[in-house]
């Protein structure tokens, strides 16, 4: 509500603002928010539906992907094999150590479990399925299989199985890739002779397999992998698929963790200090009233439809054009300066220029009639010449 | 709602519990009692939204000049209203002091004022106040923006009215009352006097000399009562700016400087700021206030970003004139516009009307032509060099249909276009 008053004018008093408009007024002030967290609860809504279930981690048999191990999971599953996914390294050993025959899949991509934690898991497990183990795992599982580095990409693909372990009787070949281990028998030798090096070990209850391809969605159906992986995984009726993760490492040595040595208040604190720092935000970033706009008129320098015709001269080197015009513009003075009409003749205009102001005729007609100018630098002396020249003649 | 410095300390102190009794209830009582005095404070302050606003603002301001405008603010609630108000003028009023602490007992009303200090020409706006209450604790406050518009009225600063006494000396000499007398050759007998030496000769009128002892003069005085229209073009071309100043500021100087010696010199002055229709008009009305409805009707005259039509142009002056005229036409003489729009109406006004095309000049232009120093500049040279020979070719054109032309740099241009004026008023073509 306002009215206008002035000494001698009274201006209509703006009409106190309708409910609509006030609400209308706190949806313009509020908008942004409103949207913002529309957005926020949209994404996270949208986040939870398309990832929530979903496992990107490589050969897990929940992930559908390329990568993943979902295709002999369930393969597997349709055999009445149960295939239990425990999160955690405790949840494994009391799966292994329930009734029945069962399988361990360890697949210890980040070598996250130390000496005693896979010692443990040995001696809970039955058969052992390891897949790209490291040094530690064999040591513990397969102690006469050693590692022999990474099968060379170049290496011959597909590698004939030429062996006599029963899970691997069904298959003849099957894609090269992954690691290779030395061990006394195994199968899809890639090595030479008396150097044998093995993609598929069996050494007592522990089987180790060299390449996951073996078992990936993606790769599963290619040559015989899909037999390979169904008889070494489906052995017994249970079948653990166990990929430890970055929880199940087991820190050790004193103070790995630093934050652990500061005082319990620290942290509490600190979050105050973030909740201080959005308060002091509200505090300042509230601006006391909307902005106020400032209508700005047009500004168009005069001068630069001229400037762009010089630029273009410029950069088409149009010397003659510019030399066309200068000289032109110079034979309109001397012919205001000599008094000669607008009509007369540029022949006419140099010779009278040449008889009034003494200056040698020769060297005017060299001016105003000049040969093929070239280069840029040939066009600054002749400009500079005729500037002279008119101020020998008197052209202010 | 907004939050004060006191609330931010406060939370800071919040600080000592959380540390003494480390953990997250501690931390949501400390944020549940801040939280709470918040509230508290917001709850108890006074309505920002019963707050009556009112405002005197001056009804215009010449710019250049200060002005201050005032600001009622009314409390007709029950609470004591603490706090501060801002008042939202637009930046180029030149407002400084636009926020105030304000402390307003119930039913009690306050008076602010806004020192202006306008940088542009035209109608500025304040469209809104907001008034923060704070609470009693100053912890919060509630915050609300009343609608509140207001205008000032800047008026074209007139600088040009330093050349009116020169030139209104001028004007006298030819009207006889100076001492020096200038006779113009169409102009209307007014009396006959003794011969003082230094009159022209071919004035002394034989046979009233006969009748009396003395030699006897006549004397003229210029015409008075013709009519002088000024079109102001509002085009495109009126937006560029030459030295710092829109061609339709130095117009809206050239128009003052001439409409008030049209004025004083006995001429019935009528303007009209034209491109594609009238955009302002003034009609030759009491004398006393014509430079005032002058100045109004120029104050928001902004550049239209469209191109003249001048063939509606003779209509419109028509409409205004029927009589034989001075037509001032302040435009740009730049060539397509020109070529275009004004050449082909301009035999039309010529026949019945003086024609005086007053355009500005860009003195940058000449400066380029003149520098040769390096190639960039010498290329800069022969661009300007043509630009100007258009330029001159044009005016050719346009003095061939019989207009005067008055080309002059921002600030030659209103003096001269007052010259060409007495020329023309001295000579009796008008």
């Known amino acids: 509500m306002s009215r206008i008053k002035d000494g001698d004018r009274l201006l209509a008093a703006p009409r106190p603002a309708s409910a609509r408009s006030v609400w209308a007024g706190r949806w313009r002030a509020w908008r942004l928010w409103i949207i913002i967290a529309v957005v926020a609860v949209l994404a996270a809504v949208y986040y939870a539906l398309a990832n929530g279930p979903h496992d990107t981690r490589v050969l897990s048999p929940q992930n559908p992907g390329p990568e993943g191990g979902k295709a002999v999971a369930r393969v597997l599953a349709d055999h009445d094999i149960s295939v239990e996914q425990p999160d955690g390294l405790d949840a494994a050993l009391a799966a292994l150590r329930a009734d029945g025959g069962t399988t361990l899949l360890l697949h210890d991509q980040g070598g996250y479990l130390n000496q005693d934690q896979l010692t443990e898991l040995d001696e809970a497990a039955g058969r052992t399925v390891l897949v790209e183990p490291g040094f530690d795992e064999l040591r513990v599982f397969a102690p006469s299989t050693r590692p022999a580095g990474v099968v060379p990409e170049e290496a011959d693909s597909p590698v004939a199985a030429d062996c006599p372990v029963p899970a691997v009787a069904e298959t003849r070949e099957a894609a090269a890739g992954g690691k290779k281990y030395r061990a006394a028998r195994g199968c899809f030798n890639y090595g030479a002779r008396d150097h044998e090096a093995y993609g598929y070990v069996v050494e007592g209850t522990t089987t180790v397999l060299g390449n996951p391809a073996y078992l990936d969605n993606g790769h599963v159906l290619d040559f015989d992998h899909a037999p390979l992986a169904l008889r070494t995984l489906g052995a017994e009726p249970t079948l653990v698929w166990y990929q430890p993760t970055v929880a199940d490492h087991e820190f050790t040595g004193p103070a790995a963790n630093p934050f652990e040595l500061l005082p319990d208040w620290v942290s509490p604190a600190t979050g105050w200090l973030l909740l201080l720092g959005v308060i002091a935000i509200l505090w300042r970033a509230r601006r006391d009233g909307p902005l106020v706009s400032e209508p700005l008129p047009v500004v168009v320098p005069a001068s630069e439809t001229a400037e762009g015709r010089a630029r273009l001269y410029r950069d088409a080197q149009a010397i003659d054009a510019a030399v066309a015009a200068l000289r032109s513009a110079s034979l309109d003075r001397l012919a205001v300066r000599l008094r000669l009409g607008h009509g007369s003749r540029a022949d006419d205009i140099v010779a009278t220029a040449a008889k009034e102001s003494g200056l040698p005729g020769s060297r005017l007609r060299r001016l105003y009639f000049p040969e093929k100018i070239t280069g840029e630098a040939g066009l600054v002396e002749w400009a500079q010449e005729l500037h002279t020249v008119e101020k020998e003649i008197g052209i202010p | ?430």
């Open chain 2, 1 to 430: 709602m907004a939050l004060y410095r006191r609330f931010v300390w406060l939370a800071l102190l919040g600080l000592v519990p959380v540390v003494l009794w480390p953990g997250v209830p501690t931390i949501l009582i400390a944020l549940g009692v801040l939280s709470a005095l918040a509230g508290l404070d917001v709850a108890l302050a006074a309505s920002p939204r019963v707050v009556v606003i009112e405002r005197a603002i001056p009804r215009s301001v010449r710019l250049g000049e200060p002005a201050t405008a005032q600001l009622y603010l009314h409390n007709p609630g029950t609470r004591r209203l603490r706090g501060s108000v801002r008042d939202g003028w637009q930046p180029s009023t030149g407002a400084r002091n636009t926020r105030f602490p304000i402390d307003l007992p119930a039913g009690e009303r306050r008076v602010f004022a806004i020192n202006l200090q306008p940088v542009r020409r035209g109608d500025l706006s304040v469209h809104h106040t907001t008034v923060r209450s704070s609470g009693p604790m100053g912890l919060a406050a509630r915050q609300l923006t009343h609608a509140s518009a207001g205008t000032l009225r800047v008026l074209p600063p007139f600088h040009a009215k330093r050349h009116l006494p020169s030139k209104l000396q001028r004007l006298r000499e030819l009207d006889g009352r100076a001492a020096i007398q200038v006779r113009g050759a169409g102009t209307e007998f007014d009396s006959l006097r003794d011969y003082v030496r230094g009159d022209d000769v071919r004035s002394i009128d034989w046979r009233a000399t006969a009748r009396r002892q003395n030699v006897v003069v006549r004397t003229w005085r210029p015409e008075r009562d013709r009519r002088v229209v000024i079109v102001l073009d509002t085009s495109r071309t009126s937006a560029a700016r030459v030295a710092d100043e829109p061609r339709l500021d130095t117009g809206i100087e050239a128009s003052l400087l001439l409409a008030v010696l049209a004025e004083r010199g006995g001429d019935r002055v009528d303007f009209l700021a034209y491109d594609r229709r009238p955009r302002a008009r003034v009609e030759s009305a009491s004398k006393a206030v014509m430079l005032t409805q002058l100045v109004e009707a120029m104050a928001p005259l902004e550049p239209e970003l469209i191109e003249a039509d001048f063939s509606g142009l003779p209509a419109q002056v028509r409409a205004i004139s029927t009589h034989r005229s001075l037509l001032v036409l302040l435009t740009a003489l730049d060539s397509g516009a020109v070529e275009e729009g004004l050449l082909p109406i301009l035999p039309a006004l010529t026949s019945q009307h003086v024609v005086v095309i007053a355009a500005v000049r860009d003195p940058e232009l000449d400066e380029r032509a003149a520098d040769v120093s390096d190639a960039a500049a010498v290329y800069r040279a022969a661009a300007a060099a043509r630009t100007l020979q258009q330029r001159e070719a044009l005016k050719t054109q346009l003095r061939a249909v019989g207009a005067e032309i008055v080309d002059a740099a921002p600030l030659e241009l209103p003096p001269l276009l007052a010259d060409t004026y007495i020329r023309l008023k001295a000579t009796g073509r008008l």
